[in-house]
């Protein structure tokens, strides 16, 4: 199994742009987690679903910030407008509902 | 909200030594503590997980102590190696109120390792 799947893995985009980040969950698993890594704020979970279905979006920290998960094998974490203060790296997990998470490679975002 | 409060920021260690790293929690409701291991550039990498009806569990050189009453579990690392030299994250989640992996993250440890 290749693993959870990223992309892409560095980002440099323009303040006010929109930023789409991907993930591919491990094949079979039915819970995906969208978390943030800064050095401040340490790792936070954004949003997280079960059987494609939001189930916690509560650290959403913006309406700036959306997450989709159209199917069992993709979900999008977007930006729409892109701020500086949005740097940092984001990783994507997914897991099994009462298995271990398991973490992409994360794509660090830099809002310039 | 610090859910999850980690301890030491920093450590460094001889080689063969012994690694520990405390962490304390609030929610009592949170029963699955796992530890993470991440290595620059990489995504966090799962180490070795506790539930509370156990005091100890073991892999390998890794040893995950737990202490319910007191709300604290640790990591020690045994005969640590230069390999091991990474940044070390507890985390807490409550599956049984269906919360599955939704983790609530420690600030980190950055171990090293040194010869």
């Known amino acids: 199994d290749a693993g959870v799947i990223q992309s892409p893995r560095h980002e440099v985009t323009e303040m006010g742009q929109e930023v789409t980040l991907r993930c591919k969950p491990i094949s079979g698993h039915n819970s995906l987690f969208w978390y943030r890594q800064t050095m401040m704020r340490g790792l936070e979970l954004l949003i997280y679903?079960?059987?494609?279905?939001?189930?916690?979006d509560s650290g959403m920290p913006e309406d700036r910030f959306s997450a989709k998960m159209p199917n069992a094998s993709f979900s999008t974490l977007k930006i729409q407008p892109s701020e500086p203060r949005d740097s940092a790296v984001y990783f994507c997990a997914s897991s099994l509902v009462a298995g271990d998470a398991f973490f992409g490679q994360g794509t660090r975002l830099t809002v310039v | 909200q610090q859910q999850v409060k980690q301890s030491p920021q920093s450590l460094i260690v001889q080689k063969g030594g012994i690694s520990i790293i405390n962490c304390a929690y609030e929610n009592t409701a949170f029963d699955y503590f796992p530890w993470y291991q991440q290595f620059p550039g990489k995504g966090p990498a799962l180490l070795i997980a506790i539930r509370p009806d156990v005091s100890e569990k073991k892999e390998g050189r890794f040893t995950i102590s737990f202490n319910k009453s007191a709300k604290q579990f640790s990591l020690h690392i045994m005969d640590s190696q230069p390999g091991d030299s990474a940044t070390y994250f507890c985390a807490a989640a409550e599956r049984g109120r269906g919360g599955g992996n939704k983790l609530t993250f420690g600030t980190g440890t950055q171990l090293k390792v040194e010869l």
């Open positions: 679903f079960n059987n494609n279905v939001p189930i916690d």
